[in-house]
């Protein structure tokens, strides 16, 4: 069981909007805005897409954004295309360990 | 263009030590501005900090596998490393090695470049 909690899955249409959501506790995701989210492909590292809660990397789509709300995180990605289906782990510092935590992912298919 | 690759066997047996070795390209791994990290996927499964060294040789673990593993750094060589002893075949996973910065003594908990993984299976 991992440590932040993720919907196994979700799905949209090319062009609608989706969220992910990443439930933590007050000592991690609720206590600190260090919530990132990164994308994996299949056989590929994770990619960073969001930082800090809501920062994007320079080359990372205005399509991405992030957001917070007490213990909860939140992905959304707009305009869906092809190339976003894959798989979304969110993470937060952890108090409890002084590490960096994910969430167990969550499959995006675009339909 | 800063780069990592991990190396090492892809097969260990039960009971033993996995080691692993991450050389760093682009970048020096001594430098104050970074800290360098391992962390493992399972397959079909979430990923996990295993634990993160910095230039100077300190280090932080992963609680769950604090007993088992060590983290050490070469600067010399550009590469820092990974021992988990006592391995299962919960062991087994894809790990990476990634890296992280630090801002003056602030901590980024975010990983900016990673390693492409490599799979690492424990069976006799």
């Not at chain 2, 988990?84 to 901590?107: I, M």
């Amino acid at each position: 069981q991992s440590a932040l909690t993720q919907p196994a899955s979700v799905s949209g249409s090319p062009g609608q909007s989706i969220t992910i959501s990443c439930s933590g506790s007050s000592s991690d995701v609720g206590g600190y805005y260090f919530v990132s989210w990164y994308q994996q492909h299949p056989d590929k590292a994770p990619k960073l897409m969001i930082y800090d809660v809501t920062n994007r990397p320079s080359g990372v789509s205005n399509r991405f954004s992030g957001s917070k709300s007490g213990n909860t995180a939140s992905l959304t990605i707009s305009g869906l295309q092809a190339e976003d289906e894959a798989d979304y782990y969110c993470s937060s510092y952890s108090s409890r360990t002084t590490l960096v935590i994910f969430g167990g992912g969550t499959k995006l298919t675009v339909l | 263009q800063v780069q990592l690759q991990e190396s090492g066997p892809g097969l260990v047996k039960p009971s033993q030590t996995l080691s692993l070795t991450c050389t760093v390209s682009g970048g020096s791994i001594s430098s104050d501005s970074y800290y360098w990290n391992w962390i493992r996927q399972p397959a079909g499964k979430g990923l996990e900090c295993i634990g993160r060294v910095y230039g100077s040789g300190s280090t932080i673990y992963n609680p769950s596998l604090k007993s088992r593993v060590s983290i050490s750094v070469d600067t010399s060589k550009n590469q820092f490393s990974l021992k988990l002893n006592s391995v299962t075949a919960a062991d087994t996973a894809v790990y990476f090695c990634a890296r992280a910065r630090l801002e003056g003594d602030v901590h980024v908990y975010y990983f900016d470049y990673w390693g492409q993984g490599t799979l690492v299976t424990v069976s006799s």
